[in-house]
C-alpha cells in the first residue's frame, strides 16, 4: 500500500484522481489541496465521491511526505515549485505542461514564456505508456500529456511504429473536442448559453499541444486543428497522412493488430455494420480506453487514422494512474478496468 497526495484537487483532472485513487487497492489518498476550498469536504465540490471519502482539502502548505506526488496545477504553478514538490515524495506525476517538452526554448515558442526550472526538464518521463512505458517503470518524474496530444499520438502510432506513412510529407490532424477540457474555472468561450450545439473551430493551427505530437511523432510538418463540439467529455482525433508506396491493408491491419495486442488499453474499433463501427468518444466517458481506426484509399495513397478517448481519463488521470502502476510495479490496468457506459 502506497500514500499518495494531489496539489489542485478540486479541478476536473484533481476531481478523476480522487475517484480513480480511492477505488485502487494499493493507494491510501493522504491528502487533498485546494487553497480556494480550504477546509471543504472533498465532496462538495466533487459530488459523486458522497459516501466515498471523508476527506477534507487542505493548504499547500500542510503537506505531509507521502510516497508518490500528483501535480494536478494550471500550467506554469508547477516549475515554480517543483523543488519543494520533490522534498515531500521521492515520485512525482505532473498532470500540466509543465514538463512534457525536453527542449526548454519550445516553452518561449508555444507557451509564451521561458520555463522557470529547465534543469529539471531532462529528469522527467513524459507520461504516456504506450510510446514510454519501459522508462516509466524506471522513472520517478513523469510528465502529464496533452489530451488533444494523446489523441493525435495513438492515433499516428501504429502509422509511425510500422513505417506506413511518408514522414516528409504533411500530416492533418483534426481534433473535435468536449467542453470538459477547458477546465473547471470556465471562460466565456465554455458558458453554456455559448458553448451549447457549437461546432467551433477554435484554433485553426498553432495549438499548444502540437509541440508534443512533433516530439513524440518526430514528424516534420504537422498541422492541428482543433474544434469544439457539443459534448462534456471527450475528444475525437481524426489524421489525414500519405501511404509510403505500396503499402496495403494487410499490412495497415498488422500493424494496428500489433498495438492492439501491445497495449491494454487500446483496442481496435473498424466494424463493417452497427452504429459503432468507428471510434467514438461518447462510450469511453471515465474510461481509460483509447480506440482507434482506420481507412485506406488505395487509389490516392491517403490515410485516415483516427483516435477516440475521454480527454479526462486517457487524455489526463487516467494515463497518470496508468503511469503510477508502472512506477510502483502494480498491474498496469489496477483501478482503470472500468469500460465506460452504454447507452450514455
Known amino acids: 500500500m502506497i500514500r499518495a497526495s494531489i496539489v489542485g484537487a478540486s479541478g476536473y483532472s484533481g476531481?478523476?484522481?480522487?475517484?480513480?485513487?480511492?477505488?485502487?487497492?494499493?493507494?491510501?489518498?493522504?491528502?487533498?489541496?485546494?487553497?480556494?476550498?480550504?477546509?471543504?469536504?472533498?465532496?462538495?465540490?466533487?459530488?459523486n465521491l458522497r459516501k466515498r471519502t471523508t476527506l477534507?482539502?487542505?493548504?499547500?502548505?500542510?503537506?505531509?511526505?507521502?510516497?508518490?506526488?500528483?501535480?494536478?496545477?494550471?500550467?506554469?504553478?508547477?516549475?515554480?515549485?517543483?523543488?519543494?514538490?520533490?522534498e515531500i515524495a521521492p515520485n512525482i506525476i505532473d498532470l500540466s505542461a509543465d514538463f512534457r517538452l525536453r527542449d526548454a526554448n519550445l516553452y518561449q515558442q508555444w507557451y509564451g514564456n521561458q520555463h522557470a526550472a529547465p534543469e529539471w526538464l531532462d529528469r522527467f518521463v513524459y507520461g504516456l505508456p504506450e510510446l514510454h512505458r519501459e522508462q516509466i517503470r524506471q522513472?520517478?518524474?513523469?510528465?502529464?500529456?496533452?489530451?488533444?496530444?494523446?489523441?493525435?499520438?495513438?492515433?499516428?502510432?501504429?502509422?509511425?511504429k510500422a513505417n506506413l506513412i511518408d514522414t516528409e510529407k504533411p500530416v492533418v490532424i483534426e481534433i473535435k473536442v468536449g467542453s470538459s477540457e477547458g477546465g473547471a474555472e470556465g471562460n466565456p468561450g465554455t458558458h453554456h448559453p455559448e458553448r451549447s450545439s457549437v461546432i467551433r473551430t477554435f484554433s485553426p493551427f498553432g495549438h499548444r499541444h502540437t509541440a508534443e505530437v512533433i516530439q513524440e511523432s518526430r514528424l516534420n510538418q504537422v498541422v492541428m486543428t482543433m474544434t469544439s463540439v457539443d459534448l462534456v467529455r471527450g475528444a475525437l482525433a481524426t489524421v489525414h497522412a500519405t501511404a509510403n508506396a505500396g503499402i496495403t491493408n494487410k499490412e495497415i491491419w498488422r500493424a494496428y493488430r500489433e498495438v492492439v495486442n501491445e497495449n491494454p488499453f487500446i483496442r481496435l474499433v473498424k466494424e463493417q455494420r452497427g452504429i459503432y463501427r468507428v471510434p467514438e468518444p461518447k462510450i469511453l466517458a471515465g474510461s481509460n480506453y483509447a480506440d482507434l481506426g482506420f481507412d485506406f484509399d488505395e487509389q490516392h495513397n491517403h490515410l485516415v487514422a483516427m483516435c477516440a478517448i475521454d480527454n479526462l481519463m486517457k487524455g489526463a488521470a487516467g494515463s497518470a494512474v496508468q503511469c503510477m502502476n508502472l512506477m510502483f510495479g502494480f498491474e498496469e490496468t489496477l483501478g482503470l478496468e472500468f469500460p465506460g457506459l452504454h447507452p450514455i
Not at 143 to 159: R, Y
Open 15 to 47: 476531481g478523476e484522481l480522487l475517484r480513480l485513487l480511492s477505488d485502487h487497492p494499493q493507494v491510501e489518498i493522504a491528502q487533498a489541496t485546494s487553497r480556494s476550498h480550504l477546509g471543504e469536504y472533498v465532496y462538495q465540490v466533487h459530488p
Open 56 to 86: 477534507k482539502f487542505c493548504d499547500p502548505a500542510a503537506l505531509e511526505p507521502c510516497d508518490v506526488l500528483f501535480l494536478a496545477l494550471p500550467h506554469g504553478k508547477a516549475q515554480l515549485e517543483i523543488n519543494q514538490y520533490a
Open 139 to 160: 522513472a520517478h518524474y513523469i510528465s502529464g500529456v496533452g489530451c488533444n496530444a494523446t489523441a493525435a499520438n495513438l492515433a499516428l502510432l501504429p502509422l509511425i
